[in-house]
C-alpha cells in the first residue's frame, strides 16, 4: 500500500554531517533495518522520515507524495522511541485513544479498534492501567501499539528495545516481526545491535558516518559483505591488511593465493572459514570452549591475532603451533571488493 | 535473631539529635508561633475602655463593615488576581520556550527572565518611575515623535501590579522550567507523531504534567503578593491601598495597633487559604 523514496537526503547540524546524501527506496510491505555504529546517523535520518529534523536537502517521499515540507503531525508516520514517551498522566488506553480522539472517531470506534490493538500486542485487559505500572517491555509494547492503532502508512522504530533485557529484546522483536507481516506495514527500524538486524529484517542498510555502506539481504550481509567495514561490523571477521605480489597475499609469515594484481590488500576471513593443521607459524594465544564449538585466538609472529573457529574444542591447547588454512576468502582494495571465493 | 538493648552510644546521639531538632523548633515557636497566638488573642480581646479586655470579635465586625477597610481587601485581592493572571499569561509561554528552545537566543533570553530577582524593589520602583511616570522616559519618546503623553499607571491600582509581575518573573519562570523537565522530549514527539499540534500538545499532554508547578505558582505569588509592601508602597494610589501599606499605616501613623492585628489576622487567613492550596498540591503529586 505505501513505498518510501528517500533521495539523496543530507542533514548538516553546524559542523557536523549526520546524513550524508542518503538514498533508499523501501517497498511496500518491506522490513528495512537501519544498522550502524553509534552516531552514524541512524536516528537523524528516521526523525527526518517522522518530520521531526528537516533535512538540509533531498526529498523524502511517501507513496510519490513529497513529505518535506510537512510537520511530524500531518505525516503519514507512526514512530515508536527508545524509551520515556509515553504520557504518565493517562492510562494505557488514554495513550493509545489520543490519537484518534484528535481525528474525531466515534466512541465505538475508539475503544473498538484500541481493543483490537492491545489485543494485537499481548495486551488485552490493560486499558485501565496507569503506564506507571507497568514493566519495561510492556510499556514498550503500549507505545508500540500507539503507533499501531493509527494505521500508519510507515512505521518507524529507533532501537524501541535497546533499554530491555537480552531475552525480552529477542521476544519482542519476533513479536513486532509478526505483526508487521500480518498487518503488511512498510517498516523502518533502527538498531545497532546487528543479531537483532539479521533475525528482523527483509533488507538490511549499513551505515557508516551518515553514508550508505551496503543495502543488501541480511544473509548477504553476512556472506558477501561489499566493505571491509561491513565486513568487520556484522559477525565476527578477521581483517588482515597485507600486500599481494604474484598472485599471493602475503602479511608477515601468513600467505594466501589470491589471484588479483599486485598492490596492497585487505583480507577477509570468517573464523569458521579458518581451519586449523598443527605445526606452523601461528601460536595458539588461547582456546574457548562454547560446547557446541571451539573458538581459537591465534597470534602470527608479527602479533597480528586471528581467530579460528573448530569443531572440537579439544583438538588444540594454547601454546601449539599451527597453520592457518582458510577455505574462503573475500579481498577489499580501496573499499571495494577485489576477490571473493566462490 | 537478637535484639541489643539500645547502647549508651545510641542514646546519646539520640539525644544530640533532639539538641538539633530542638534549636529550629525552638526558633519557630518564638518567632512564628508564639506572635501568631498573641496576635490573634489581642484582636479577638479588643481594649474596653474601663480597661479590660473581654473576648469579643467586635474588632473584626468593625473591619468588615468598614467601607474603606473593604475597599483595601478589595483591591488587594484585585492586584493579586491580576497579577497572577498577567504572570501565568507572559511566564508559561517564556518558559515553554526556554524548555523546548535551543541555541544562544535561549540562553539570552533566559538571563533576561532572571534578572529582575537582582534588582531590588526599591530601585525597581525607581526605575518604574523613571520610565513610566509622568513626564518619564516613555512621554519624553512619544512627545519627541509628536504623540501625546500617555495616561501613566503610576499612583494608580495598576502601578503596583506592572511592578509585581515584573518582580514575580524569575521565581515563576523557575518553578514552571523546572516542573517542564518533568516533560520528557520523546512524550512531547511521541504526541506531535500522532497529530496533537501545538495547543492540543500544550493542553493534554504539557499542561497535566505541570500541573503542581502551576499550583506551587498560584501559592507562592498569592503569599508573596498578599505581604507585598514596597511596591504598592510606592506604586500604588494612596487610597483605596493594600493591605500592606494599609496595616503599616494603621500601626505606625494612626497609632492603633489591634486594627493592625486584625488586619493582619484577616491577611493570614487569606494565606492560609493558600498555604493549604499548596500543601494539597504537593501531597498530591508525591502521591503519585
Ligand atoms: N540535534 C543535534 N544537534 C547537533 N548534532 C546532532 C544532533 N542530533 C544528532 N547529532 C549528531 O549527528 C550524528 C548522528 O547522530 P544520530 O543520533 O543520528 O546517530 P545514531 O546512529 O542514531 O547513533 P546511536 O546509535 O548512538 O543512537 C552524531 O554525530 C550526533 O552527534
Ligand atoms: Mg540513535
Known amino acids: 500500500m505505501s513505498k518510501l523514496t528517500i533521495a539523496d ?9 549526520a546524513v550524508d546524501t542518503f538514498s533508499l527506496d523501501v517497498a511496500d510491505g518491506e522490513l528495512v533495518c537501519l544498522l550502524g555504529p553509534s552516531g552514524s546517523g541512524k536516528s537523524t535520518l528516521l526523525r527526518m522520515i517522522g518530520g521531526f529534523e528537516t533535512p538540509s536537502s533531498g526529498s523524502i517521499r511517501i ?25 504518565t498522566h493517562m492510562n494505557v488506553f488514554q495513550n493509545l485513544a489520543f490519537g484518534l480522539k484528535l481525528r474525531r472517531r466515534p466512541k465505538a470506534e475508539i475503544k473498538e479498534r484500541v481493543e483490537a490493538v492491545l489485543d494485537l500486542v499481548g495486551l488485552k485487559g490493560y486499558g485501565s492501567r496507569m503506564t ?3 514493566s519495561g517491555g510492556q510499556q514498550q509494547r503500549v507505545a508500540l501499539a500507539r503507533s499501531l492503532v493509527l494505521e500508519p502508512k510507515i512505521l518507524l522504530l529507533d532501537e524501541p528495545f535497546a533499554s530491555l533485557d537480552q531475552h525480552l529484546r529477542e521476544r519482542l522483536r519476533e513479536e513486532v516481526r509478526d505483526i508487521q507481516q500480518r498487518l503488511k506495514i512498510t517498516t523502518l527500524f533502527v538498531t545497532h545491535g546487528q543479531d537483532e538486524a539479521l533475525a528482523l529484517a527483509d533488507r538490511i542498510v549499513v551505515m557508516r558516518d551518515g553514508r550508505v555502506e551496503q543495502v543488501a ?7 558477501e559483505p561489499a566493505t571491509p567495514f561491513v565486513a568487520g561490523f556484522i559477525g565476527t571477521m578477521n581483517l588482515i591488511d597485507g600486500t599481494v605480489a604474484n598472485g599471493t597475499f602475503s602479511r608477515a609469515s601468513f600467505s594466501v593465493p589470491l589471484p588479483v594484481a599486485d598492490g596492497p590488500a585487505t583480507l577477509a576471513i570468517r573464523p569458521e572459514a579458518l581451519s586449523l593443521t598443527a605445526g606452523g607459524q601461528g601460536i595458539i594465544h588461547r582456546v574457548t570452549d562454547y560446547g557446541t564449538h571451539g573458538l581459537v585466538d591465534i597470534d602470527l609472529p608479527d602479533g597480528t591475532r586471528i581467530k579460528s573457529m573448530i569443531s572440537d574444542a579439544k583438538a588444540f591447547a594454547a601454546g601449539q603451533s599451527v597453520d592457518l588454512k582458510p577455505t574462503a576468502i ?13 | 535473631m537478637t535484639t541489643r538493648p539500645p547502647s549508651g552510644r545510641a542514646q546519646s546521639r539520640g539525644l544530640i539529635g533532639l539538641l538539633l531538632v530542638a534549636v529550629p523548633v525552638g526558633l519557630f515557636a518564638w518567632m512564628t508561633v508564639w506572635p501568631i497566638i498573641s496576635g490573634l488573642v489581642q484582636a479577638f480581646t479588643p481594649t ?9 470579635p467586635a474588632n473584626f465586625v468593625e473591619f468588615f463593615s468598614d467601607p474603606y477597610s473593604l475597599s483595601n481587601l478589595g483591591v488587594t485581592l484585585w492586584t493579586c488576581l491580576v497579577t497572577l493572571g498577567l504572570l501565568l499569561v507572559i511566564c ?32 525597581l520602583a525607581f526605575a518604574f518611575i523613571r520610565v513610566l511616570g509622568p513626564n518619564g522616559t516613555v512621554d519624553l519618546l512619544l512627545n519627541a515623535v509628536g504623540l501625546p503623553k500617555i495616561r501613566s499607571p503610576y499612583l494608580t491600582p495598576w502601578g503596583p501590579v506592572i511592578g509585581l509581575v515584573w518582580d514575580n518573573i524569575p521565581l515563576t519562570v ?18 506531535r507523531d500522532v497529530g496533537a499540534r501545538p495547543l492540543t500538545l500544550f493542553w493534554y499532554i504539557v499542561l497535566p504534567r505541570i500541573w503542581t508547578s502551576v499550583a506551587v505558582v498560584i501559592s507562592f505569588t498569592m503569599l508573596g503578593l498578599f505581604s507585598a509592601f514596597t511596591l504598592p508602597y510606592v506604586l500604588g494610589p494612596a487610597s483605596p491601598e493594600m493591605m500592606g501599606p494599609f496595616m503599616q499605616r494603621t500601626f505606625g501613623d494612626l497609632r492603633d495597633p489591634e486594627m493592625a492585628l486584625t488586619q493582619a489576622t484577616v491577611t493570614m487567613l487569606f494565606c492560609i487559604a493558600f498555604g493549604i492550596f499548596y500543601v494539597r498540591a504537593v501531597a498530591r503529586n508525591r502521591g503519585k
Open chain 1, 9 to 17: 537526503v543530507s542533514k548538516i547540524f553546524s559542523t557536523t554531517v
Open chain 1, 63 to 87: 507513496d510519490d507524495e513529497e513529505v518535506i515540507h510537512l510537520p511530524p503531525e500531518k505525516r503519514p508516520t507512526g514512530m515508536v522511541f527508545q524509551s520515556h514517551a509515553l504520557w
Open chain 1, 132 to 134: 506507571t505500572q507497568l
Open chain 1, 217 to 223: 539481504r541480511p544473509d548477504m550481509v553476512y556472506r
Open chain 1, 330 to 342: 573475500s579481498a577489499y582494495r580501496d573499499n571495494a571488493v577485489i576477490y571473493r571465493t566462490r
Open chain 2, 48 to 56: 474596653q475602655p474601663n480597661g479590660t479586655r473581654p473576648f469579643s
Open chain 2, 92 to 123: 508559561i509561554p517564556l518558559a515553554l520556550y526556554l524548555r523546548f528552545a535551543q541555541g544562544r537566543l535561549a540562553a539570552y533570553v533566559q538571563t533576561m527572565a532572571m534578572f529582575p530577582m537582582f534588582v531590588p524593589s526599591i530601585i
Open chain 2, 174 to 191: 523557575l518553578i514552571l522550567v523546572s516542573g517542564l523537565g518533568a516533560v520528557s522530549n520523546q512524550a512531547v514527539e511521541a504526541a
